[in-house]
């Protein structure tokens, strides 16, 4: 059987799903434009969301903007001019804001960087510089009420949208409605029943981590999150040579792979490993005092190194700009992340080890762990440091417990990269095979490009981690003939 998949390492967006039912009360169009306040449980600001949504018609483009408008795609180069969440809020105080407003205020300042998904309704809406950020990648208006920019979309497309913006590189937080209208008005809750909707944080994904519920054929070969550690002084007297290590995480088959080696000038090594792995999240040290975001200064590695790293990632881009990576290089781009010097670090990572899991009995439990850390510490010293910063990067996203059990699992099941009895298929090689995707098909005007490739023909697969498992497969055929025969 397979290992335990990431897919469950996070609550799954398919789950925040709901089939809107039709508005009770006033409809949209009778509400004040301007209002941002909560009414009474089950108003249209809570079932319906995008109030005023309605008069900002796509049809339209050329028309007049006002004052923290943003057009779909950001024709108007509007994005830079809307003012954050919390200029908002230092400029007019706390007390000036709405109860909702104060509360994205306060989620907002806890996770510094994400773009927050709010469920208002029937409907997710992003505030402030997030807003900017989706009308000019999501394709929809943004508009201000109240004190704040705002944009939406519908609670059945948060799937889609979510997929769009991690592609993108944006860091995305999902913050959910904790209670419902009918227990609101009836008593029942953490809040009053006039009081504004409780609200929390229930998922917070990035491009690695995060693992869609679509079907398989559309998921690309591999998911890797790769950490590259370049310890300090770790080049030779001339300094030619440098010793490097790597650790990467394949979050759809949760399988771990490390290799430590010496690489020359060039980094020919490091190029064939990021190669082959294809990553799609990079993570490195920042270098101290640094507070850029992806320059070759600020990256806490050689300077060839970094110039390396920089041709398969890209920086992460900041919300509010418009940017994204597949303006700012390829499509395929990596998300590069710079994490403190202190994060890499073997004994976080064993601490996180020791973390009760839940999921198992604990002697069953503890045995794991022990198994776990014993494997851990027999890794080469940079491996150690990468996958402390691996540990600590999982674990804000999907929480120590999860994280945990997953690193044990795929900890006792590593292996050296250059020690791999199967061969390591790129990216091009895998498009050429027709193994995922048969472009001749396409050329051919089938809209069924996927399902005449090889993949196709052999999955047999009853659940995704078993689907997942045989990608897996077929990404890295064997090398010797002894174990298929």
């Known amino acids: 059987a397979p290992a335990e998949s990431p897919h469950q390492a996070s609550p799954s967006p398919a ?136 944009a939406s979309v ?24 904790a209670e419902t209208a009918a227990r609101k008005k009836a008593g029942i809750g953490v809040s009053s029943r006039s009081g504004t909707f409780a609200r929390k944080v229930s998922a917070l994904y990035t491009r690695g981590s995060y693992v869609p519920s679509s079907d398989e054929r559309t998921l690309s070969p591999s998911n890797q999150i790769v950490v590259i550690c370049e310890p300090p002084n770790s080049s030779d007297a001339s300094g030619v040579t440098v010793n490097l ?3 990467a995480l394949d979050t759809y088959s949760n399988s771990l792979v490390y290799d430590s080696w010496t690489d020359t000038s060039l980094r020919s090594e ?9 990553p799609v999240e990079v993570l490195v040290a920042r270098r101290a005092g640094e507070a850029g975001s992806g320059s070759t200064g600020s990256i806490g590695l050689s300077r060839e190194s970094a110039l390396t790293v920089l041709l398969y990632a890209q920086p992460a881009p900041t919300a ?28 976080a990572a064993l601490e996180l080890l020791a973390v009760d899991t839940d999921l198992e009995p604990h002697a069953v439990d503890d045995a794991g762990a022990e198994r776990a850390a014993a494997a851990a510490v027999e890794l080469p010293p940079g491996v150690g440091l990468a996958l402390g910063a691996l540990a600590q990067h999982l674990a ?35 498009r050429d095979l027709d193994v995922f995707h048969s472009p001749a098909a396409e050329a051919r005007g089938s809209s069924a490009g996927a399902a005449s490739c090889l993949y196709a023909h052999l999955n047999r697969c009853q659940t995704q981690p078993g689907a997942r498992l045989l990608r897996r497969w077929l990404c890295a055929p064997l090398k010797d003939p002894a174990p298929i025969d």
């Open 270 to 278: 490091l190029h064939a490993r990021l190669s082959a792995l294809a």
């Open 15 to 150: 789950k925040h799903a709901r089939t809107a039912s039709p508005a009770r009360g006033r409809s949209a169009r009778e509400l004040p434009a301007d209002t941002n306040e909560e009414h009474e449980p089950g108003s249209d600001e809570e079932l319906g969301g995008g109030v005023g949504q309605a008069e900002h018609d796509p049809a339209a483009p050329d028309r007049a903007l006002g004052k923290g408008e943003v057009a779909p795609g950001d024709r108007l180069g509007r994005a830079d001019s809307v003012p954050s969440v919390a200029a908002v809020a230092a400029q007019l105080g706390l007390q000036a804001l709405t109860p909702l407003e104060r509360q994205i205020v306060a989620l907002k300042a806890q996770h510094p960087g994400y773009v927050l998904m709010f469920e208002v309704g029937y409907r997710f809406c992003f505030y402030g510089e997030d807003a900017a950020t989706a009308a000019a990648l999501l394709d929809i208006w943004a508009y201000r009420k109240q004190h704040l920019t705002t």
């Open 320 to 347: 509010g700009t418009g940017v994204s990576l597949t303006e700012a290089g390829s499509e395929a781009a990596a998300r590069l992340e710079l994490l403190p010097r202190e994060a890499f670090d073997l004994g």
């Open 154 to 177: 519908p609670t059945h497309r948060l799937e889609v949208h979510l997929t769009r913006l991690l592609q993108a590189g944006f860091k995305v937080g999902v913050v959910d409605q």
């Open 396 to 430: 804000g996203m999907v929480g120590e417990a999860r994280c945990a059990g997953l690193l044990r699992v795929a900890i006792c099941g590593a292996g050296k990269w250059s020690e791999q009895n199967s061969c390591a298929l790129g990216s091009q090689l895998l």
């Open 245 to 247: 290590s790597l650790i």
